[in-house]
């Protein structure tokens, strides 16, 4: 088995200054993420994919992740199966706000060790 | 008089099958005849009308130019309903405060803008398209509508802190199209190709009113990029279009791009001298140019930003004439224009027929006509302020010649226009400098095409003025950037009577040779301005790394590509910018995006004579052998008999044979327009043994022949095979495609991948689902010899979805093939 974790930090004013860019939010965020427009939301859901990006130690594919909230609030990630690593094995994410900020972190479990991952 | 634009929308049915709107996305083409437009019009006029919408009630558009956007639009102005088109760069929170100021209770947006307003409901124009499909209700009877009823309110772009919105009546309209008709010449049937947003007044009268009313056909592209561009220039062959001068310059340099260098340099530097040849000799002369334009582009109609002279005498020199106008969004909009028979270079023309223009003492530009407004949405005060004894303030200087050509001289207001049309408003970005420590006051102006800055500073509290431009700059918008500054000498700036700063005369002192300054770091290629704008505190040179020198981080380098490929028109993929990757770098992937070359699938397989081959290989050979293997009986036929192709057949893989059951299944009519889409990782897999891969190629090149089978590749290539998806679409060939992407082991399903979704939403064709059971006993997975038995295939009613997420769509069409054998076994 190995793990891969990722980190990132989101600014919440720069997303909202992005949020009028829709060439931008049309990269990063699939439609369902847009339902709810705010800039909070959608800085954790971006700090959300770059952690998985760097987790999974993978360039990003934005289209391709989606996030989204379980019932209990809890972030559930989806990554599409044409992206996925066949030896990835589980996929986690947490997503944190406070003030300004968003952070997430995101663990990734392979199989096992490949060759230089 | 000619008929208002209630009639006109009225009248579109008469047209019947002739094609009106195209809509061009990255995936295929889509049609719509001048009755489908009519009828999507009724529709949508009977969807306001059960939303409780009275007349005279406002809709917000902002949404990218669309035939719904134009369907909707329609169905507003014909039903008396107040359309307020929202121009796509506003931010959400201007979005909002128009629609909380004008009380609309419905939002019309596009996928990708997202806006929450503070009552009524958002709703996505894909959503609406979806509610007034064919079959659903129309509405019948219209209003009468009075002369001087509000037909739309026009706000402008920008972030100004008191937007007002300039109200358009139904005569306002009715006269400008009136107006511009004498002067265009009577082509039979028009064919446009739209480049302006439809929020763009000049866009609504000429680029879709006028052609309408013309009987002609309007295309609208998904992206500008120069490659769509051409391609649709190509396809659709456009005798006209309308253009901000930005974009005549890019279709300028789309088509130099081409040449071989010295020609381009002669071309470049002879135009004035080839004007001096008759102009059928130049059309001859430079045909094959403007074959990269379709060839039929006979004129190029230009307004809202000054156009320089010498991209006018390119274009003339190729025989294609730029018919320069001059109008404002409160004239409905065009006050003047040139026109084929009377035309000056560096003229805007002769006012139109019904209206009257007249030049004040101080060389201010007044308009009159039944095409000006009434005035502002609920601004008495700014109504008050902007006529003069009946005659509108255009706010712009200029001068007619004694043959009465109007030429524009500068303007009164000092509202900066960019060259793309944007528009940056000084207030804006004195706000953001006077919020800056140290600065007393500041004066914004445009100089020499720019954004620039004079500043009067407190001398004992004010930093470098570098670093109050700086940190201005870092709160505004890349369009807003201070691009040079001035430090004001004076005490203070000089003032009118009510205390505002006299701008002409700041101006007149900056063209007395003040000194001023450039941004002293600005560098001179427009990649490398826009890398400076993203990172203000930096030295931007070439060989610089985004990331270790520049200090982008990933979010500043997603913002670096969305600026660069609204820039320059292209598709930059993220991998190509990373942290590492230099300013020069930046300048190759640029160029890269502008010469993507598109691979396509080969298309042979659809011609006519193959299609034969394989009809007759098929009931002859194949399928008599098939139906000895595969013991088949098939359920719901039925619904297959209403089917108007193309549509999506999607279902469950558990063996080689599926493909050639499911076919043979198919009614003739059916399976002679049918492609199976194949993932290449089965075909393709890249196998150490060359022998196996060339066997592996002969398979899928019989299966091209006998199945007509496309490749879909995993991963990469993944769009070129949606493209190809949707020229089949398009050309009216249905799709068999198996979900799960791979066969499954023991006959259960896999969950499907979310790629039919996809293909299901940006094709938007019905999805005919089907379960197949059997065959995984009849030839396993990695068994060669077939053993006999018993299969079905059942066939579900066809799936007309709403727009979902591309996961939701999938997730539909899964369980609709569940829901086919109720005691499927699924493994999700």
């Known amino acids: 088995m190995f793990i891969g974790t990722g980190v990132d930090l989101a600014r919440v004013d720069r997303l909202a200054r992005l949020s009028t860019n829709a060439r931008f939010l049309r990269r990063v965020f699939t439609p369902a993420e847009l339902d709810d427009p705010r800039p909070s939301h959608l800085a954790g859901i971006f700090a959300a994919k770059e952690a998985v990006f760097k987790a999974i130690g993978q360039p990003p594919c934005w289209q391709a992740l989606s996030v989204s909230r379980a019932e209990n609030g809890r972030p559930t990630v989806r990554l599409d199966v044409a992206w996925r690593d066949p030896r990835l094995r589980a996929l986690d994410v947490s997503i944190s706000h406070e003030g300004e900020w968003a952070i997430a972190v995101a663990i990734a479990v392979f199989d096992r060790e490949g060759d230089g991952v | 008089m000619t008929a208002t634009v209630q009639d006109l929308i009225l009248s579109l049915p008469d047209r019947g099958d002739r094609a009106a709107l195209l809509l061009r996305t990255s ?41 719904i956007w134009v369907s909707a639009y329609l169905a507003c102005l014909a039903s008396g309903l107040v359309p307020v088109p929202l121009d796509l760069h506003s931010a959400p929170h201007f979005v909002e405060r128009i629609a909380d100021e004008t009380g609309a209770r419905v939002l019309l947006r596009g996928r990708y803008q997202t806006a929450l307003p503070v009552r009524g409901q958002s709703m996505p124009l ?31 772009s920008g972030t100004t802190s008191s937007p007002k919105g300039v109200m358009l009546t139904h005569e306002n309209l009715r006269a400008n199209l009136e107006g511009i008709q004498p002067i265009v010449p009577p082509e039979p049937f028009y064919r446009f190709v739209s480049l302006l947003p439809l929020s763009h007044a000049f866009e609504q009268t000429i680029g879709l009113f006028l052609p309408l009313s013309r009987g002609g056909q309007i295309t609208y592209l998904e992206t500008l990029k120069p490659s769509a561009l051409i391609d649709a220039f190509r396809k659709d062959r456009p005798n006209a279009v309308v253009a901000v001068p930005r974009l005549l310059d890019l279709l300028r340099s789309r088509v130099l791009g081409r040449l071989p260098k010295p020609l381009r340099a002669a071309l470049s530097g002879l ?29 190029v109609v230009v307004g809202g930003a000054p156009l320089d002279r010498s991209v006018e005498r390119f274009w003339d020199a190729l025989g294609i004439l730029v018919l320069q106008g001059y109008g404002l969004t409160e004239t409905a909009p065009v006050l003047t224009a040139n026109t084929p028979s009377a035309h000056r270079i560096g003229s805007v023309g002769k006012p139109l027929q019904n209206v009257s223009i007249r030049i004040d003492p101080d ?24 006529f003069v004894d009946g005659w509108l303030r255009t706010g712009d200087l200029g001068q007619f010649d004694r043959d009465g050509f109007l030429y524009l001289r500068g303007r009164q207001k000092d509202m900066i226009v960019t060259p793309a049309g944007l528009r940056v408003y000084p207030e804006d970005v004195e706000a953001a400098l006077n919020r800056q420590s140290g600065v007393r006051e500041s004066a914004v102006l445009e100089w020499r095409g720019q954004v620039h800055a004079v500043l009067l500073l407190d001398p004992l509290k004010a930093p470098s003025a570098l670093e109050i431009v700086a940190a201005a700059n870092r ?28 701008k002409f005369k700041v101006r007149e002192a900056l063209a007395s040779n003040l000194p001023s300054r450039a941004h002293p770091t600005r560098p001179t290629g427009r990649v490398a301005q826009i890398v400076q704008d993203l990172a203000p505190d930096h030295m931007v040179s070439p060989a610089g790394r985004l990331g270790p020198d520049l200090g982008l981080s990933s979010i500043d380098r997603l913002e670096l590509i969305t600026l660069l490929e609204e820039e320059f028109h292209v598709d930059i993929p993220d991998a190509d910018v990373t942290s590492e990757t230099t300013v020069a770098g930046l300048d190759e992937v640029v160029r890269r995006g502008e010469s993507l070359p598109s691979s396509r699938p080969p298309t042979w397989q659809l011609n006519r004579g193959v299609v034969e081959l394989r009809d007759i290989a098929q009931r002859e050979l194949i399928f008599p052998i098939l139906r000895h293997a595969v013991w088949l009986t098939v359920e719901g036929s039925e619904n297959l008999r209403s089917l108007s192709p193309p549509v999506i057949f999607a279902g469950n893989h558990v063996s080689h044979l599926d493909g050639p ?56 290539g993944f769009r070129e095979s949606l493209r190809h998806a949707g020229f089949l679409a398009e050309h009216g060939w249905s799709i068999l495609i198996f979900p799960e992407g791979t066969r499954s082991v023991n006959g259960q399903m896999t969950p499907f991948r979310e790629g039919i979704g996809l293909l299901a939403t940006e094709l938007k064709v019905p999805i005919v689902p089907f379960l197949l059971r059997g065959t995984h006993r009849i030839l396993p997975p990695r068994a060669w010899v077939p053993r006999p038995g018993p299969a079905s295939l059942r066939f579900g009613a066809p799936l007309y979805l709403p727009p979902m997420s591309y996961g939701d769509i999938t997730r539909e069409i899964e369980k609709a093939v569940i829901a086919l054998a109720p005691t499927i076994e699924v493994r999700l």
């Not at chain 2, 219209?142 to 009823?149: C, F, Q, V």
């Not at chain 2, 059916?670 to 075909?683: E, K, W």
């Open chain 2, 475 to 502: 709160q505004l918008n890349p369009i807003q950037q201070i691009r040079g500054w001035t430090l004001w000498p004076g005490s203070d700036f000089p003032r009118t009577p009510t205390l505002k700063v006299r």
């Open chain 2, 27 to 67: 995936f295929r083409t889509f049609t719509w005849s001048y009755a489908e437009l009519a009828r999507q019009v009724r529709a949508c006029a009977h969807w306001f009308a059960s939303q409780d919408l009275v007349q005279g009630e406002r809709v917000v558009f902002w949404a990218p130019n669309s035939p």
């Open chain 2, 126 to 156: 894909d959503r609406l398209e979806w509610l007034t499909r064919p079959g659903e209700p129309e509405r019948t009877a219209w209003p009468a509508l009075r002369a001087d009823d509000l037909a739309e309110l026009m706000y402008t």
């Open chain 2, 271 to 299: 135009s004035p001298v080839l004007l001096v040849l008759p102009w059928p000799v130049r059309r001859a002369l430079f045909a094959p140019l403007r074959a990269q334009l379709g060839g039929c582009l006979r004129y």
């Open chain 2, 363 to 386: 060389g201010g530009i007044l308009a009159r006509g039944p095409n000006v407004t009434p005035g502002y949405y609920q601004r008495p005060e700014a109504t008050a302020a902007a």
């Open chain 2, 661 to 716: 059951t499911v076919l043979m299944a198919l009614p003739p009519w059916l399976r002679r327009r049918t492609a199976v889409a194949a993932l290449a990782g089965f075909y393709f897999p890249t196998s150490a043994n060359p022998l196996e891969n060339t066997w592996h190629w002969t398979l899928f090149d019989l299966a091209e022949l006998f199945f007509n089978v496309f490749p879909v590749p995993r991963a990469r």
